[in-house]
């Protein structure tokens, strides 16, 4: 029987190719969690307001929930996979717990890839700036003050190790 709307496309996500059917209606958030199993992108609010899904697409952070699967044919996205696990954790991730900035943690895999994209395109931002760049991103738990001195951390010890 012909399955109607699904569409092939292929897609790198943290470095490894897939090749999928996709509805046309499903977001790119969905086909990560629900078809790929990959569920680091969390969905909340799924209207782009809260930053829960924010993965990098092509290098910039975007909200999962707001693309459709479709369009990202031929893309790479990396998630919060991508940066890190259990075994090996990325600076971000580990500065996240060294200062506290994960409670429930649901934020949390949304923020840092936010944060991870702030530091790939401004490594050395202002307390302010972090401020800014994490705005579309939403946390009810910490207050936001110790997510932005994780994310402050990392970028001293970046400048520290080009010196
Ligand atoms: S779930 Fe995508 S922005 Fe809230
Ligand atoms: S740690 Fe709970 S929402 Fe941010």
Redesign the pocket.
């Given at each position: 029987m012909e399955i109607k709307n699904v569409h092939e496309i292929t897609i790198n996500i943290n470095d490894q190719p897939y090749t999928i059917g996709v509805q046309a209606h499903h977001t790119l958030?969905d086909v990560l969690r629900d078809q790929l199993d990959i569920t680091g992108p969390?969905?909340?609010?799924?209207?782009?307001?809260?930053?829960?899904?924010t993965v990098l697409l092509d290098g910039q952070a975007v909200?999962?929930?707001?693309i459709l699967a479709v369009e990202v044919d031929g893309s790479e996205i990396i998630t919060i996979e991508g940066l890190g696990g259990s075994v090996h954790l990325s600076p971000l991730q580990q500065a996240f717990i060294d200062a506290g900035a994960v409670q429930c943690g649901f934020c949390t895999p949304g923020m840092i890839m936010a944060a991870q994209y702030l530091l790939n395109t401004y490594p050395e931002p202002t307390k302010e700036e972090v401020r800014v760049a994490l705005s579309g991103n939403l946390c009810r738990c910490t207050g936001y003050d110790r997510i932005i001195d994780a994310v402050l951390s990392v970028s001293r010890q970046q400048k520290e190790r080009v010196k």
């Open positions: 958030l969390k969905e909340c609010c799924g209207v782009g307001e809260c930053g829960a899904c909200n999962a929930c707001l």
